[in-house]
T-cell receptor, first 114, second 112 residues
């Protein structure tokens, strides 16, 4: 089982729709959760961070965390063509050999078509 | 405020050579992280430096090494380059241990 798994893409949504990206993780000791956006040929850009159960909203983006289910998601409302990118879920564990490092999922490619 | 800067942008080496990649963190950040993003393999953690010390290391052979300088900048050295070392090498920094990581633009290493 992979440490961090994301729903397989690519995901294609029409402009103005809601895009839903999902991620599960295996380490119950994980404490910090992040969504990064990566445009082709560019470096990852932080979109959202979430640390406690529930929802966190920032503009058109909402991150949801459920530690009991080991699940984190990202919703993008009113999707725009400029949102087309690879979305990376990243998890940071508290200690042991995982201390400090981010473990990334494979990424989900999102395409928003006009 | 300047972000994480990496140099060079591109680096071309031949198999068996050594490569040195450099990273300057965001001002005030003490932790520097190195990741490898190879085609089809996703982002893999390489090394973490904080306050000049190596704090954690990913599952990479010893020919991947690095250091952090007193000004918190860092360099990654890859010895005895192999073809599969071709990848985008990303540096990130955070203001404290385990803090949010911000990435630089990366160095694309090509091994011929």
């Amino acid at each position: 089982q992979k440490e961090v798994e994301q729903n397989s893409g690519p995901l294609s949504v029409p402009e103005g729709a809601i895009a839903s990206l999902n991620c599960t993780y295996s380490d119950r000791g994980s404490q910090s959760f992040f969504w990064y956006r990566q445009y082709s040929g560019k470096s990852p850009e932080l979109i959202m961070s979430i640390y406690s159960n529930g929802d966190k909203e920032d503009g058109r983006f909402t991150a949801q965390l459920n530690k009991a289910s080991q699940y984190v998601s990202l919703l993008i409302r009113d999707s725009q063509p400029s949102d087309s990118a690879t979305y990376l879920c990243a998890v940071n564990s508290a200690g042991g050999t995982s201390y400090g490092k981010l473990t990334f999922g494979q990424g989900t490619i999102l395409t928003v078509h006009p | 405020e300047a972000g994480v800067t990496q140099s060079p942008t591109h680096l071309i080496k031949t198999r068996g050579q050594q490569a040195t990649l450099r990273c300057s963190p965001i001002s005030g950040h003490t932790s520097v992280y190195w990741y490898q993003q190879a085609l089809g393999l996703g982002l893999q953690f390489l090394l973490w430096y904080d306050e000049g010390e190596e704090r954690n290391r990913g599952n990479f052979p010893p020919r991947f090494s690095g250091r952090q300088f007193p000004n918190y900048s860092s360099e990654l050295n890859v010895n005895a380059l192999e073809l599969e070392d071709s990848a985008l090498y990303l540096c990130a920094s955070s203001p404290s241990s385990g803090g949010i990581q911000y990435f630089g633009a990366g160095t694309r290493l090509s091994v011929l």
